[in-house]
């Protein structure tokens, strides 16, 4: 384990040299010490009339009463460091008899206690703590596996998947349920394919604004990809594909269709990739417009098993 850097040290005074000057309230550190000759500056000749503030030991601990005009060297509770000086007189506190300044003080108080009380109200109102969730009902199930409904890629992939994979969060913020199927045509060894679904239950913030910029938006940051925007799922729904299947041995297939209803969002996502296919003509993978209609069909199959 390293050892921690020593702080720096002060650079040395040279002998005889004078002391920079201090940042501390005076007496300062490199002031005289008690007693000395040099402590204070020599008491002023007094003025007929006036107090002489410095020509008395400090009484430490006896504050002064509203009314009382200040002592010599006694102390003012709250003045940093305990210290005297020539102090105004405490005024006292305004009577009842209805004197211009005691209304001035009266008016002052009332005014900030409904300023307060309109605060508070607006918060209320306006929902200062942040608004409640709209989940719309629905769920995140510990195995959103056995919540999936992929039934419209079955023709196309008919081997079921023996272990999807699935986990999912449990927080105050935040549910989150996510399963991943592996897709394969008849006879096939690997997957031919991959599927998979989330959905995110949003509990502390509303997440529209940031939802629509990154879906709608997709494009402008991956412009080999194309966006459309899809109705009647949800409260807003984006349909996110690229497809470099065509005239090649190698490239890929991916769709992913977003979905947010209300503080709730969802996703379904296929990808299929030509190196993973052999020669076989069956084994080519699907169209991208027939899995655009299969995410849009089982999506809303599952979304509906979401709900309570």
């Known amino acids: 384990m390293s050892t921690p850097p020593k702080p720096p040290q002060e650079p040395e005074q040279p002998s005889g040299a004078p002391a920079p000057p201090s ?69 006292p506190p305004p009577s009842g008899g209805g004197g211009g300044a005691g209304r001035a003080v009266l008016w002052v108080a009332v005014g900030a206690v409904v300023a307060s009380a309109a605060w508070a109200a607006g918060v209320f109102l306006i929902g200062g703590k942040g608004a409640e969730a709209d989940l719309r009902g629905y769920t995140a199930p510990a195995n959103l596996c056995s919540s999936t409904d992929y039934s419209s890629f079955e023709t196309e992939y008919p081997d079921n998947d023996g272990s999807p994979t699935h986990n999912a969060l449990k927080d105050p913020a935040l549910d989150e349920s996510y399963c991943s199927v592996n897709l394969k045509k008849t006879g096939s060894s690997y997957a031919d394919a991959y ?32 966006v459309e925007t899809v ?78």
């Open 23 to 91: 940042a501390y309230p005076y007496p300062n550190p490199q002031s005289p010490g008690p007693g000395s000759a040099a402590s204070y500056p020599p008491p002023a000749a007094p003025v007929p009339g006036q107090q002489n503030f410095y020509a008395t030991p400090t009484l430490v601990g006896q504050p002064v009463q509203p009314g009382q005009p200040v002592q010599p060297g006694q102390s003012v509770a709250g003045y940093p460091y305990g210290q005297q000086g020539p102090y105004p007189q405490v005024p």
């Open 231 to 308: 109705e009647d799922i949800g409260e807003e729904a984006y349909l996110v594909s690229e497809d470099t299947t065509s005239g090649s041995t190698s490239g890929s297939l991916y769709a992913t269709l977003a979905v947010r209803d209300g503080w709730t969002t969802y996703t379904m996502s296929y990808s299929a990739y030509l190196s993973s296919y052999d020669d076989d003509d069956d084994k080519d993978p699907p169209s991208l417009d027939d899995v655009k209609d299969w995410l849009k069909t089982d999506s809303k199959a599952t979304l509906d098993q979401l709900k309570d």
């Open 195 to 226: 599927l998979s679904t989330q959905v995110d239950l949003h509990r502390k913030s509303d997440p529209g604004p940031e939802f629509t910029a990154m879906w709608k938006n997709y494009e402008e940051r991956y412009p080999d990809y194309d």
